[in-house]
């Protein structure tokens, strides 16, 4: 046995995004994986329709996934995901 030790993708995910600032837990790990992709894809200023494409998916179910997210982080809009990303440096290397 090599003594690599493997990670759900969930659990990975939530590992490498939780940024601790000041005994604070970064709020996106409270996300589900495919509200993660969409504010990822968001962050790159990628519009819906791009996002529904290329997560084979309709306009109307990503939106539902970027409210959701806006309510789990307690945020109204892209301009404040932005700033929240910023703050907890959450962001996918590129």
Do not use: W
């Amino acid at each position: 046995m090599s003594g690599k030790r493997y990670l759900c993708q969930d659990v990975a995910s939530n590992l490498v995004f939780e940024s601790i600032e000041g005994g604070e837990a970064s709020p996106f790990t409270q996300l589900s994986q495919r509200e993660a992709e969409v504010a990822q894809m968001i962050l790159k200023g990628r519009g819906i329709q791009e996002i529904a494409d290329t997560l084979k998916l309709s306009d109307k179910t990503v939106n539902t996934y970027r409210y959701r997210l806006y309510a789990k982080l307690k945020i109204k809009n892209d301009v404040e995901l932005t700033r929240l990303a910023v703050k907890y440096h959450y962001s996918e290397p590129m």
